[in-house]
């Protein structure tokens, strides 16, 4: 049995028995995952990969919906309704949920245009409140200083690691009320990655974040809670502190201890 | 003799032959190239660019209007070609994909690529000649561009499907529309390589003679009207170049010589664009 724990302030999401099935799988790749999504705060996701954790993330923004063929069940709900629902507006969603990608994804145009371009498909169009809100976006995403002088440059002659940061700046520039991190340092240095963690656990006072790892030390660096799972299933969500000191279950303390991964 | 030994001399004898191959293959290249360009070279002059066709035995005699007529043609074939060769492979790599329907669009366009050009000129003439009655630079433009369909569609296809799947994935996840991800990211991202299948599909293009014979026809004077017979350099040179007279044959060298030109630089361009964006 899952040892779930009970969060007792507000949640960003709640997931509830939820499975999902990839076209023509024959099992579905999660298998009645319940869980609280804390607000303003990390939760991890962790465990050996083929768990399901990266498919779990990308159903929070309906990613999957991109790949014809897949099949939700249960219920995930957000902002008091089942985004789940067939009637559920995507782009509307994908605003609110914003995601970041284990490799850098900048568009091939400038850095004002990459950190622009959600504000632009929501029919920005105010040159002042652009270039206001792409500042704030390049200083939350601590970019700034480093592009402020070259913002109509080409994005791509960015390093791995600022690359990252402005694919940050650019999904906060939009105001998500979530963020999805699907490995976001897996690409990078070790300098670039504790930039991106520092900068995870400064954004949690705004928006609620949920981040898939395969490095446990970093989901223990900058989560509040972490979701240990294993072939599809949420075996351990607790705080992080506990989960890794005193794991309440047997497999989750096999996998922290390394006895299997 | 050892096994290592006998596959050394294979080795030898394999690369031998093939080096000779290619020697030969290049020799005659560029024997083309070296008589068109000493002949080409020597009819050249300024009275070409200035004076249109006129009867045998005469000074002022060139081939302005073989000039304006093949840019005329070629111009319009890319009008026609282009945005219908990169609508239909935006299809294919963007919505079609891996379907029955999508491969089967792709094989059928290959077969088109190497359909005999004077068969899509033959077609042309069934549906548009017949039909008005006369030649065409319209009749000759939509020759051109049917030719130019399968080359520009194979490489927008190709070319989008070389734009990472997590681009598209990183514009969906921010709230855009499929028509934004792909005007706004995917067209970008591949731009370099459609536009080196456009350069490379004019230039393709630019050399036909055969599907123009019976579509724009030729005509020795210069005109601009689209719907009348018009003349190219491509027709023109094959009409100079069995003609009996002399000053007539000099012309067809130098089109010979302006149109290899014409599309050698064509080529050239179109691949130093796919070598820089690749280096990028």
């Not at chain 1, 999902?20 to 869980?35: E, I, Q, R």
């Not at chain 1, 791995?160 to 906060?172: K, S, T, V």
Request: hydrophobic share 45%; charged share 20%; glycine share 8%.
């Amino acid at each position: 049995m899952a040892s779930i724990i009970d969060i007792k302030d507000e949640c960003a999401l709640q997931v509830r028995n939820f499975e999902f099935t990839y076209k023509g799988a024959p099992a579905p790749s999660l298998k009645k995952v319940t869980m609280p999504i804390a607000k303003h705060a990390v939760t991890a996701l962790i465990g050996p990969s083929g768990c399901g954790k990266t498919t779990l993330l990308r159903s929070f923004n309906r990613m999957h919906d991109l790949y014809p063929g897949n099949t939700y069940n249960g219920e995930i709900e957000f902002e008091g309704r089942n985004i789940l629902a067939p009637k559920e507006d995507l782009i509307h969603l994908r605003t609110k949920i914003g995601m970041i990608f284990q490799k850098p994804t900048a568009f091939p145009m400038s850095i004002f245009d990459n950190v622009a371009y959600g504000m632009r498909l929501q029919g920005i169009k105010n040159k002042t409140e652009l270039s206001d809100r792409v500042e704030k976006a390049l200083q939350d995403a601590a970019l700034w200083k480093e592009v402020q002088d070259r913002l109509k440059h080409d994005a791509n002659g960015l390093s791995g690691g600022q690359q990252q940061r402005l694919c940050i700046a650019r999904a906060i520039a939009v105001e998500p009320e979530v963020l999805l991190f699907d490995e976001p340092t897996s690409a990078l240095d070790p300098i670039s990655t504790q930039g991106i963690e520092k900068l995870v656990i400064e954004l949690k006072e705004r928006v609620s974040i949920i981040i898939v790892t395969h490095n446990m030390q970093q989901a223990a660096r900058v989560s509040d809670y972490t979701g240990f799972m294993y072939l599809g299933e949420l075996i351990e969500l607790g705080h992080t502190e506990e989960l890794f000191v005193t794991p309440k279950e047997k497999l989750t303390q096999e996998y922290i201890t390394g006895k299997f991964g | 003799m050892t096994a290592t030994q006998k596959r050394i001399i294979m080795n030898r004898i394999a690369l031998t032959f093939a080096t000779i191959s290619t020697v030969i293959a290049l020799a005659f290249l560029f024997w083309i190239l070296a008589v068109l360009v000493m002949k080409g070279i020597d009819a050249l002059n300024w009275n070409i660019f200035i004076y249109e066709g006129s009867p045998p035995g005469y000074e002022d005699s060139g081939l302005k209007h073989a000039l304006v007529g093949q840019l005329i043609l070629v111009a319009l074939a890319t009008l026609i070609g282009v945005p219908l060769g990169i609508m239909a492979g935006t299809y294919l790599s963007e919505y079609g994909k891996n379907s029955k329907l999508a491969h089967t669009i792709r094989d059928i366009s290959d077969i088109m690529m190497s359909a005999p050009s004077i068969v899509i000129g033959a077609f042309v003439y069934a549906v548009v000649v017949m039909p008005m009655g006369h030649f065409s630079a319209w009749a000759g433009a939509i020759a051109l561009g049917i030719i130019m369909i399968p080359i520009i569609l194979r490489t927008t296809d190709d070319m989008l499907q070389l734009v990472p799947g997590t681009l598209r994935e990183a514009a969906f996840a921010l709230g855009a529309p499929k028509y934004k991800v792909i005007m706004d990211v995917v067209y970008r991202g591949a731009k370099a390589g459609i536009l080196t299948g456009v350069l490379l599909g004019i230039a393709r293009v630019g050399g036909e003679t055969a599907p123009l014979l019976f579509t724009s026809f030729n005509d020795n004077f210069f005109t601009t009207d689209l719907n009348e017979a018009m003349p190219s350099l491509t027709v023109t040179m094959f009409n100079y170049a069995i003609s009996p007279y002399e000053d007539w044959q000099q012309l067809g060298w130098a089109a010979a010589f302006i149109l290899s030109m014409f599309i050698l630089g064509l080529n050239i361009v179109g691949r130093l664009i796919l070598f820089a964006g690749k280096r990028k």
